[in-house]
């Protein structure tokens, strides 16, 4: 994959006033995060990344960290959570202590949060959570992934000039199948971001044992490039400006491949394909 010269940033010129901007830190099988902003509020999905490279892409989008308000884990692997540790104590000391949730079983799965209890506000909230995170809300749902309990969310923000008042940012990753809330919720999405994990025929031929391939392939596994299409086709989001393939998998896709796939969507919406280490702001 042709990593670009310096961070991405994609210019929404009809973005809502107050509305959602999308952070991608990074995104892939060897760390996640990504912060969701609106109104000068921060949320923190998933922290599978150093702290260095956390501190330096929030730089990079000119994102102040101590703003984060709240921090949502979607599973327990460590992808998504190793780093939760160091950033926080590093949080600490810069005088912030944002709350984290985050299902019982991913709580019970991980060693990473198990070990913060007592020391950081840890909160069990169910898979069907409603979430009130500052100014922004979020709603979690159900994924299909071989992980104890993990969710995919909405995002929702009041925006005046925005349909209905309200601006959406749907974010789903780790997923084998697209649950039937996504759908309902980010009918309503501005931003999207879904995952586009692998192209069905690099999988299909790539290194990767048979059993990892099943399991890749499973509807425990993750989403490939054409079922995030089929996905953004069932869903016809009305008001979508920008849809984002998240955790591509630099053995089984490509940049370009996972942009093909998405290039279905209507005309005038922005597709582009988050990097594993390269940040991209989308808004």
């Given at each position: 994959?042709?990593l670009p010269?310096?961070?991405?940033?994609?210019?929404?010129?009809?973005?809502?006033h107050?509305?959602?901007?999308?952070?991608?830190?990074?995104?892939?099988?060897?760390?996640?995060?990504?912060?969701?902003?609106?109104?000068?509020q921060?949320?923190?999905?998933?922290?599978?990344?150093?702290?260095?490279?956390?501190?330096?892409?929030?730089?990079a989008?000119?994102i102040?960290?101590?703003?984060?308000?709240?921090?949502?884990?979607?599973?327990?692997?460590?992808?998504?959570?190793?780093?939760?540790?160091?950033?926080?104590?590093?949080?600490?000391?810069?005088?912030?202590?944002?709350?984290?949730?985050?299902?019982?079983?991913?709580?019970g799965?991980?060693?990473e949060?198990?070990?913060?209890?007592?020391?950081?506000?840890?909160?069990?909230?169910?898979?069907?959570a409603?979430l009130?995170?500052?100014?922004?809300?979020?709603?979690l749902?159900?994924?299909?992934?071989?992980?104890?309990?993990?969710?995919?969310?909405?995002?929702?923000?009041?925006?005046?000039?925005a349909?209905?008042?309200?601006?959406?940012?749907?974010?789903?990753?780790?997923?084998?199948v697209?649950?039937?809330?996504?759908?309902?919720?980010?009918?309503?999405?501005?931003?999207?971001?879904i995952?586009?994990?692998?192209?069905?025929?690099?999988?299909?031929e790539?290194?990767y044992?048979?059993?990892?391939?099943?399991r890749?392939?499973?509807?425990?596994?993750?989403?490939?490039?054409?079922?995030?299409?089929?996905?953004?086709?069932?869903?016809?989001?009305?008001?979508?400006?920008?849809?984002?393939?998240?955790?591509?998998?630099?053995?089984?896709?490509?940049h370009?491949?996972?942009?093909?796939?998405?290039?279905?969507?209507?005309?005038?919406?922005?597709?582009?394909?988050?990097?594993?280490?390269?940040?991209l702001?989308?808004?």
């Amino acid at each position: 994959m042709d990593l670009p010269a310096q961070p991405q940033r994609i210019e929404l010129p009809d973005a809502p006033h107050g509305g959602f901007r999308l952070h991608v830190l990074a995104s892939g099988s060897k760390g996640n995060a990504a912060i969701v902003e609106a109104g000068g509020q921060l949320v923190l999905v998933d922290c599978g990344i150093t702290k260095k490279a956390f501190m330096e892409r929030c730089s990079a989008c000119g994102i102040d960290p101590t703003r984060i308000s709240g921090i949502i884990v979607t599973h327990e692997h460590s992808d998504h959570t190793k780093g939760l540790g160091v950033v926080l104590r590093g949080l600490a000391k810069l005088g912030a202590r944002p709350t984290v949730h985050c299902t019982p079983g991913t709580l019970g799965g991980s060693r990473e949060l198990m070990g913060l209890q007592g020391a950081f506000d840890i909160r069990t909230v169910r898979d069907t959570a409603e979430l009130q995170l500052g100014g922004i809300h979020a709603q979690l749902f159900p994924t299909s992934h071989d992980a104890a309990q993990p969710v995919g969310m909405a995002f929702e923000v009041a925006a005046p000039d925005a349909p209905g008042g309200f601006d959406t940012l749907g974010y789903l990753t780790d997923s084998g199948v697209l649950p039937d809330a996504a759908v309902e919720l980010f009918a309503r999405a501005r931003i999207l971001a879904i995952e586009a994990n692998h192209d069905p025929k690099m999988l299909a031929e790539g290194p990767y044992p048979y059993p990892l391939k099943q399991r890749i392939a499973s509807d425990a596994g993750h989403l490939s490039n054409v079922q995030s299409a089929d996905a953004l086709d069932r869903i016809s989001p009305a008001s979508l400006q920008a849809i984002c393939g998240m955790h591509l998998s630099e053995t089984n896709n490509l940049h370009r491949l996972a942009r093909q796939a998405l290039s279905g969507a209507p005309d005038g919406v922005a597709v582009a394909a988050a990097w594993q280490d390269m940040p991209l702001t989308i808004g």
